[in-house]
Nanobody
Framework: QLQASGGGLVQAGGSLRLSCAAS????????MGWFRQAPGKEREFVAT?????????NADSVKDRFTITRDNNAKNTMSLQMNSLKPEDTAVYYC??????????????????WGKGTQVTVSS
């Protein structure tokens, strides 16, 4: 089970930090990620991190602004630090987890487990 938190309303240029806590059979998880979906648009990949925290990958649209990490102090938790937010970042953000052996880290079909979304709204 995945539980996301931390969304909210922020002005353009501001920051937010999203968190996602995993519970249950976490031993089968290989990596976690964030996706987002804006109204009228398809769900898109944002970032992913391996369960060990060793490797991360961000979408071009958020590179240099968003950072995904495994939290060392909070067990089974990952975070997405979002800086320099833009109105086009407005979306419902979903955390997800995938097992090993999936070919694409950016395809939502590679992820078996999903949390309920958290709304991020960036005003101009």
């Amino acid at each position: 089970q995945l539980q996301a938190s931390g969304g909210g309303l922020v002005q353009a240029g501001g920051s937010l930090r999203l968190s996602c806590a995993a519970s249950g059979r976490t031993s089968s998880l290989y990596a976690m990620g964030w996706f987002r979906q804006a109204p009228g648009k398809e769900r898109e990949f944002v970032a992913t991190v391996k369960w060990t925290g060793a490797t991360t990958y961000n979408a071009d649209s958020v590179k240099d602004r968003f950072t995904i990490t495994r939290d060392n102090n909070a067990k089974n938790t990952m975070s997405l630090q979002m800086n320099s937010l833009k109105p086009e970042d407005t979306a419902v953000y979903y955390c997800a987890a995938r097992p090993s052996g999936r070919d694409s880290v950016t395809d939502s079909r590679s992820y078996d487990y999903w949390g309920k979304g958290t709304q991020v709204t960036v005003s101009s």
